[in-house]
């Protein structure tokens, strides 16, 4: 077997975010608002640091390269850039709210659905193609998604929009190339930052004084937006949306697992059974990469971070 850097990036940001419910359930008893209010404007301000202090090198770079290129390419990279920070903040809000006020459980179903959206739209968007043996993958993934919503008809709104945005994330951000990956995911979040201003002072909640919130936060911050974020853009440099798309089915299996054994959720055979054929369908849709016998050349970096 062998794995390249860019499916390694793509299996630790999200091995990483299925541990995201340590940081946050512990803040069950903040409205969902304010933990997006908060995630966004902190994420800001650390990354904001992080170019300015260790990367102006290739702030100036990026910019040169911006003013160099085509008027089409500006708009096209503007585009790109802003429409991923709205369909990232939608995403947070909504799986901040189902994990939160919802169930774990809920939260998993999100990212079970989220890489058959994402292939689909990078099927159709990008014209990705997939072998027979991917789409069997997906077939798999379909109706073992279809199994898990027997009996949770009502979770499959939010997991829908929560796997629709995040997939619409994935795929727009496949294109955005002409930019560095964390100055992109810095403009996008500052993008964010400042639609969600206007509404902070209206709908946020008291000013939070209990250190278990900003411990929390921090974890949430730097262990679970930035780090897991910038792999998973740096994973896309390499390989197509639908294969870090499937990458997604490592959140909810461990997210699963804590359900079970760390927060106590009842499950039910038929919950088992589907998870069981996630797992086989995680091999098959990556069996090239997990069974090949020849070393493959890895794919050409777009560009230098």
């Not at 043996?133 to 008809?153: E, G, M, T, Y």
């Not at 100055?183 to 946020?204: D, E, H, M, N, R």
Request: proline share 4%.
């Amino acid at each position: 077997m062998r794995l390249n850097k860019y499916y390694s990036a793509a299996f630790l940001a999200f091995f990483v975010w299925g541990f995201f419910s340590f940081a946050l359930k512990p803040l069950h008893h903040y409205p969902s608002l304010d933990i997006l209010f908060y995630r966004v404007f902190f994420s800001v301000i650390t990354m904001v640091m992080i170019n300015v202090i260790f990367r102006r090198k290739v702030m100036r770079q990026n910019w040169n390269h911006f003013k160099n290129i085509s008027s089409k390419q500006q708009k096209n990279v503007v585009l790109l850039t802003l429409g991923g920070g709205v369909f990232l903040s939608s995403n947070w809000f909504v799986y901040i709210y189902v994990m939160n006020h919802v169930s774990v459980n809920a939260a998993s179903l999100a990212y079970l659905i989220c890489p058959i959206v994402t292939t689909v739209f990078a099927f159709f968007m990008l014209k990705e193609t997939l072998s027979k043996w991917q789409w069997v993958a997906v077939s798999i993934s379909f109706f073992s998604c279809i199994l898990l919503s027997f009996n949770h008809f009502q979770d499959i709104f939010y997991s829908l929009i929560t796997a629709a945005t995040y997939a619409l994330y994935l795929v727009s951000q496949r294109k955005n190339n002409d930019l560095d990956k964390f100055l992109g995911l810095t403009i996008q979040l500052i993008f964010t930052a400042l639609v969600l201003l206007p509404f902070y002072p209206k709908y946020s909640g008291a000013i939070p004084t209990e250190p278990l919130f900003y411990t929390c936060m921090f974890m949430i911050v730097v262990f679970f937006t930035i780090i897991p974020l910038f792999l998973n853009l740096y994973a896309l440099k390499g390989i197509n949306s639908s294969a870090v798309g499937i990458m997604i089915y490592i959140n909810p299996i461990i997210n699963f697992l804590l359900a079970i054994f760390y927060y106590n959720e009842q499950v039910s055979f038929l919950q088992l059974f589907s998870y069981f054929l996630i797992l086989v369908s995680i091999v098959v849709f990556n069996e090239r990469i997990l069974f090949s016998k020849k070393p493959k050349a890895m794919p050409t970096e777009i560009e230098g971070l």
